[in-house]
Protein backbone atom coordinates (compact mmCIF):
# COMPACT_ATOMS: atom_id res chain seq x y z
CA UNK A 1 0.00 0.00 0.00
CA UNK A 2 1.01 3.27 -0.72
CA UNK A 3 2.14 5.98 -3.54
CA UNK A 4 4.17 4.78 -6.39
CA UNK A 5 5.40 7.85 -8.54
CA UNK A 6 6.26 6.30 -11.89
CA UNK A 7 8.56 7.97 -14.26
CA UNK A 8 8.65 6.02 -18.09
CA UNK A 9 10.47 6.80 -21.47
CA UNK A 10 9.09 5.69 -24.68
CA UNK A 11 11.84 4.86 -27.37
CA UNK A 12 10.84 4.47 -31.04
CA UNK A 13 13.71 2.48 -32.65
CA UNK A 14 11.48 0.51 -34.87
CA UNK A 15 9.43 3.42 -36.38
CA UNK A 16 5.83 3.31 -34.47
CA UNK A 17 5.52 6.73 -35.33
CA UNK A 18 5.67 6.11 -39.35
CA UNK A 19 2.97 3.77 -39.32
CA UNK A 20 -0.15 4.06 -40.87
CA UNK A 21 -2.63 1.22 -39.56
CA UNK A 22 -2.79 -0.42 -35.91
CA UNK A 23 -2.00 -3.56 -37.69
CA UNK A 24 1.59 -1.41 -38.90
CA UNK A 25 1.39 -0.51 -35.20
CA UNK A 26 1.15 -3.87 -33.73
CA UNK A 27 3.97 -4.83 -35.50
CA UNK A 28 6.61 -1.62 -34.58
CA UNK A 29 6.77 -1.72 -30.80
CA UNK A 30 8.00 0.88 -28.75
CA UNK A 31 11.00 0.12 -26.02
CA UNK A 32 10.43 0.89 -22.33
CA UNK A 33 12.28 2.01 -19.78
CA UNK A 34 11.32 3.30 -16.36
CA UNK A 35 11.24 3.21 -12.65
CA UNK A 36 8.17 2.79 -9.76
CA UNK A 37 9.14 4.19 -6.54
CA UNK A 38 8.22 3.02 -3.75
CA UNK A 39 7.28 4.65 -0.58
CA UNK A 40 6.84 3.92 2.87
CA UNK A 41 9.31 0.99 2.46
CA UNK A 42 8.07 -0.44 -0.30
CA UNK A 43 9.91 -1.98 -3.52
CA UNK A 44 11.16 0.47 -5.69
CA UNK A 45 10.78 -1.14 -9.35
CA UNK A 46 13.35 -0.58 -12.45
CA UNK A 47 11.81 -2.07 -15.86
CA UNK A 48 12.31 -2.43 -19.39
CA UNK A 49 10.48 -4.17 -22.26
CA UNK A 50 8.82 -3.45 -25.27
CA UNK A 51 5.43 -0.97 -25.63
CA UNK A 52 2.85 -1.87 -27.89
CA UNK A 53 0.17 0.76 -29.19
CA UNK A 54 -2.75 0.90 -30.88
CA UNK A 55 -4.64 3.66 -31.90
CA UNK A 56 -8.61 3.78 -31.69
CA UNK A 57 -8.74 7.33 -33.07
CA UNK A 58 -7.13 10.71 -32.96
CA UNK A 59 -7.82 11.00 -29.10
CA UNK A 60 -8.13 7.57 -27.31
CA UNK A 61 -5.58 4.44 -27.55
CA UNK A 62 -4.97 1.25 -25.90
CA UNK A 63 -1.02 0.13 -24.73
CA UNK A 64 0.10 -3.11 -23.43
CA UNK A 65 3.73 -4.40 -22.42
CA UNK A 66 5.80 -6.95 -21.24
CA UNK A 67 9.12 -6.83 -20.01
CA UNK A 68 11.41 -7.59 -17.31
CA UNK A 69 12.11 -5.68 -13.64
CA UNK A 70 14.68 -5.28 -10.93
CA UNK A 71 13.15 -4.73 -7.42
CA UNK A 72 13.88 -3.82 -4.19
CA UNK A 73 11.51 -5.84 -2.09
CA UNK A 74 10.97 -8.36 0.36
CA UNK A 75 12.63 -12.02 -1.49
CA UNK A 76 11.26 -14.21 1.25
CA UNK A 77 8.88 -12.68 3.60
CA UNK A 78 11.32 -11.47 6.16
CA UNK A 79 10.27 -8.09 5.45
CA UNK A 80 6.25 -8.00 5.86
CA UNK A 81 6.08 -7.34 2.31
CA UNK A 82 5.04 -9.50 -0.80
CA UNK A 83 7.33 -12.61 -1.27
CA UNK A 84 9.04 -11.72 -4.63
CA UNK A 85 11.31 -15.10 -4.60
CA UNK A 86 13.72 -13.34 -7.25
CA UNK A 87 15.38 -10.21 -7.61
CA UNK A 88 14.16 -10.34 -11.32
CA UNK A 89 10.62 -10.48 -12.33
CA UNK A 90 8.50 -10.45 -15.42
CA UNK A 91 6.56 -7.27 -15.81
CA UNK A 92 3.26 -6.67 -17.64
CA UNK A 93 0.82 -3.74 -18.05
CA UNK A 94 -2.39 -2.39 -20.17
CA UNK A 95 -3.98 0.75 -20.25
CA UNK A 96 -5.98 2.74 -22.17
CA UNK A 97 -5.61 6.30 -23.26
CA UNK A 98 -6.45 9.61 -23.82
CA UNK A 99 -4.64 12.45 -26.37
CA UNK A 100 -5.54 15.83 -24.38
CA UNK A 101 -3.30 17.60 -26.83
CA UNK A 102 -0.85 16.76 -29.76
CA UNK A 103 1.64 16.61 -26.35
CA UNK A 104 -0.30 15.56 -23.25
CA UNK A 105 -2.22 12.33 -22.49
CA UNK A 106 -3.90 10.46 -19.78
CA UNK A 107 -3.45 6.73 -19.23
CA UNK A 108 -5.13 4.42 -17.08
CA UNK A 109 -2.88 1.15 -16.49
CA UNK A 110 -2.61 -1.95 -14.47
CA UNK A 111 0.68 -3.47 -13.73
CA UNK A 112 1.95 -6.70 -12.79
CA UNK A 113 4.89 -8.04 -11.94
CA UNK A 114 6.05 -11.76 -10.52
CA UNK A 115 8.66 -14.14 -11.18
CA UNK A 116 5.78 -16.60 -13.13
CA UNK A 117 6.80 -19.56 -10.47
CA UNK A 118 10.49 -19.87 -11.94
CA UNK A 119 10.95 -19.38 -7.61
CA UNK A 120 9.89 -19.91 -4.83
CA UNK A 121 7.62 -17.47 -3.51
CA UNK A 122 5.73 -16.02 -6.24
CA UNK A 123 3.46 -13.40 -4.13
CA UNK A 124 3.88 -10.62 -7.31
CA UNK A 125 3.27 -6.86 -6.90
CA UNK A 126 0.40 -5.76 -8.98
CA UNK A 127 -0.14 -1.72 -8.93
CA UNK A 128 -3.22 0.34 -10.70
CA UNK A 129 -3.38 4.31 -11.39
CA UNK A 130 -3.58 7.36 -13.42
CA UNK A 131 -0.71 8.37 -15.80
CA UNK A 132 0.34 11.88 -17.43
CA UNK A 133 2.19 11.89 -20.39
CA UNK A 134 4.20 13.73 -22.29
CA UNK A 135 5.54 13.92 -26.22
CA UNK A 136 8.61 15.71 -27.07
Known amino acids: ?4 PEL ?3 FDPFGYEAAGSWREQLLLPRVHLGTSIGSGG ?4 FFTGFTWTVDFSDKLFAEAGFGGVIHTGDLDGNDGGPNLGCRVLLHEYVGGGYRLTEHWNLLAQIAHSSNANLCSPNDGM ?6 VGYKF
Open 1 to 4: DGAF
Open 8 to 10: TVL
Open 42 to 45: EATQ
Open 126 to 131: TRAGLQ
